[in-house]
């Protein structure tokens, strides 16, 4: 994913494609919300790291047989302007990511799709606006990680072009092609998508960035269950279902490093979003 402006992208395109596949290409650009350090005056939506503030009834969430997760980041619903989001974002009260980091066992213990059994080593907590809630000391063992300030970024998102959706456009009818021949796919264009982006990227909505190919095929087959081949279609089909909720990439001021300069990606099922069926998000992580 690239995030700039739809002019930005949109002249980027015209650049380096013909008319009709800048057309289609620029079709598909979704709306997003990048996070930033706020300074000065900036408007705070979001925090990495700090302490969760979680309502009484509320338990600090743990992962049976291997601990509790450690906070990542929360985010202030009413505060981020999700209008602009092309996803059903709740409106009020807030969101507090939590993953098993591997700080307490060294990281033995992995996360994600492609590990059975691990999904509650992350978790999504929606705490609605009329819910009492008070900043919660991290369980013992756990360091909690140096709170960053976030402010927010209206801004579009490209797809690389190994997404679903790209290739499907681009690479003649084949959406699991890697490398193939169309200049959406070439190095000139990869690099000057690079160029628009920048460093760091924390992200709400819109396509997620990957490290290492689309984690919405990672999504999708670990949703489908180990029976199920990559290259059945219906990998492909069900990546569709997931969009992006939520991004958290490596962050010096944060102390956040996840593996090799990584990135923390939760998605969800647009109907799930909508009903605040934030236990039905799944995570993924990838790292260089």
């Known amino acids: ?14 650049k380096h494609l013909s008319p009709e596949a800048s057309e289609a290409w620029t079709g598909l650009l ?5 996070l930033s350090p706020a300074s000065g005056a900036d408007p705070v939506v979001a925090r990495l790291g700090g302490l969760p ?10 992962w049976a047989g291997h601990g509790p997760l450690s906070f990542v980041a929360s985010v202030d ?13 709740p409106s ?7 993953y098993f980091d ?5 990281g033995l213990a992995l996360v994600g799709p492609s590990e059975p059994g691990s999904e509650d080593g992350s978790r999504v907590i929606h705490i609605p606006a009329s819910a009492a809630a008070f900043e919660r000391p991290a369980p013992e063992g756990l360091t909690a990680y140096p709170e960053v300030p976030l402010t927010a970024r209206r801004t579009h998102s490209a797809a690389q072009s190994d997404h679903p959706l790209v290739a499907a456009l681009f690479a003649d009818g084949a959406p699991s092609a890697v490398g193939y021949d169309h200049p959406v796919a070439s190095e000139d264009f990869a690099d000057a998508l690079w160029e628009l982006e920048g460093d760091t990227c924390h992200a709400i909505g819109g396509y997620a960035d990957p490290v290492q190919g689309p984690v919405e095929l990672e999504i999708a087959k670990g949703a489908l269950g180990e029976a199920v081949e990559w290259e059945d279609p219906a990998v492909y089909e069900e990546a569709g279902a997931w969009t992006l909720l939520a991004q958290f990439d490596t962050d010096d001021d944060a102390d956040m490093m996840w593996g090799d300069a990584g990135v923390l990606y939760w998605l969800i099922r647009p109907t799930d979003l909508a009903e605040l069926r ?8 990838q790292c260089a």
């Open 102 to 106: 591997g700080s307490l066992d060294g």
């Open 53 to 62: 503030a979680l309502p009484a009834d509320v338990p600090w969430p743990e």
């Open 30 to 34: 979704r709306p997003a919300v990048r």
């Open 77 to 89: 619903c009413a505060a981020l302007p999700s209008d602009s989001l092309d996803i059903p974002f």
């Open 1 to 14: 994913m690239t995030h700039a402006s739809a002019e930005a992208l949109r002249a980027l395109a015209e």
């Open 278 to 285: 934030f236990d039905r998000a799944r995570f993924t992580w």
């Open 92 to 98: 009020e009260g807030s969101l507090a990511f939590f």
